[in-house]
């Protein structure tokens, strides 16, 4: 991949890390003074998203806001294609081909894997600081 690629498939990190801390910021309770320890995230395998460069991005993007010391703790989903044809579910690997083991129908819906959830705001106990990253 040349240099300019790698900067845009970064950008595009640093931008889905920028959207997931101003939707958890606006999502986030009033702490009363505790910490946002971590985001817990939920990424398909098909979501086009690189989750090493997500955590970076999101390191760079946190540091001015109030998930500065949170940790992006990153549940990888599977991607998973049914046949509706022969009524077959099956797991796929992102660069694998999606036609059906079973009947080889190209004609497959994926019903997972296509995720970037944001799921759960961890918050420290109060009065407990939040450790660092």
Request: net charge negative; aromatic share 4%.
């Amino acid at each position: 991949m040349n240099e300019l690629a790698q900067k845009d498939d970064f950008m595009h990190e640093l931008a889905i890390a920028q959207q997931l801390i101003e939707t958890a910021c606006t999502a986030l309770p009033d702490t009363g003074g505790a910490a946002v320890t971590a985001l817990h995230v939920q990424l398909g395998a098909l979501a086009g998203v690189s989750a090493e460069e997500l955590r970076f991005g999101f390191g760079v993007v946190a540091s001015a806001t109030p998930l500065a010391n949170a940790r992006l703790e990153i549940e990888m989903v599977p991607a998973i294609v049914y046949c509706p044809h022969c009524a077959t579910e099956y797991t796929v690997e992102p660069t694998a081909a999606f036609g059906c083991p079973v009947c080889h129908s190209m004609a497959v819906q994926v019903i997972q894997g296509k995720e970037l959830l944001l799921k759960a705001i961890e918050i420290a106990d109060e009065g407990q600081p939040a450790q660092a990253r």
